[in-house]
T-cell receptor, first 113, second 114 residues
Framework: DAKTTQPPSMDCAEGRAANLPCNHSTISGNEYVYWYRQIHSQGPQYIIHGLKNNETNEMASLIITEDRKSSTLILPHATLRDTAVYYCIVRARGGTSYGKLTFGQGTILTVHP | EPEVTQTPSHQVTQMGQEVILRCVPISNHLYFYWYRQILGQKVEFLVS????????KSEIFDDQFSVERPDGSNFTLKIRSTKLEDSAMYFC????????????FGQGTRLTVV
């Protein structure tokens, strides 16, 4: 799976949009970009994923650049409960690595009142 | 909303003892995983399991680890002879059939080896 690079930490004011960047310059054509988050020591929680098109769900939006070498997770109106570690993961499709997630250090997002 | 359930939430064991961590994946999911997270470190993949056999394992998953799906609903991780360095959070996850799907994680079992 391709390696990802994320800033170690970010701050955001409550109610504002949080934009979390991720670099995945070695991504290959059959790899998806997934975002998960982990609040305290709870189990990781799925947020969103995409292949090449921008995606939106009830939690967030995912913007993937045209060359697919980077992406941005957008939390449109951050709340205190969004304080967590956010992981950007590139995941292979199929093969013996089916479903396996390789976590990095992620970005610690702190939402301030 | 369906969820992955793990028991116990916290397990304390003496070094050298065997422990079994239990997971009930989401009922229609076919792929199952164990991950661990040592305190302050990143989440690490241990093993994936499909069709009643291991499909992939990491170098962490040595001979003292084993997994089993004994009854079609539970998915267990056994550590035969625990070591102090096995102390960690252990997360179970499952995914349904299909490549464009997300993994659902349980809330974890905190294993403390003393």
């Amino acid at each position: 799976d391709a390696k990802t690079t994320q800033p170690p930490s970010m701050d955001c004011a409550e109610g504002r949009a949080a934009n979390l960047p991720c670099n995945h310059s070695t991504i290959s054509g059959n790899e998806y970009v997934y975002w998960y988050r982990q609040i305290h020591s709870q189990g990781p929680q799925y947020i969103i994923h995409g292949l090449k098109n921008n995606e939106t769900n009830e939690m967030a939006s995912l913007i993937i650049t045209e060359d697919r070498k980077s992406s941005t997770l957008i939390l449109p109106h951050a709340t205190l409960r969004d304080t967590a570690v956010y992981y950007c993961i590139v995941r292979a499709r199929g093969g013996t690595s089916y479903g396996k997630l390789t976590f990095g250090q992620g970005t610690i997002l702190t939402v301030h009142p | 909303e369906p969820e992955v359930t793990q028991t116990p939430s916290h397990q304390v064991t003496q070094m050298g003892q065997e422990v079994i961590l239990r997971c009930v994946p989401i009922s229609n999911h076919l792929y199952f995983y164990w991950y661990r997270q040592i305190l302050g470190q990143k989440v690490e993949f241990l093993v994936s399991f499909y069709n009643n056999e291991i499909s992939e394992k990491s170098e962490i998953f040595d001979d003292q680890f084993s997994v089993e799906r004994p009854d079609g609903s539970n998915f267990t991780l056994k550590i035969r002879s625990t070591k102090l360095e096995d102390s960690a959070m252990y997360f179970c996850a499952s995914t349904p059939r299909g490549s464009n799907t997300e993994a659902f994680f349980g809330q974890g079992t905190r294993l403390t080896v003393v």
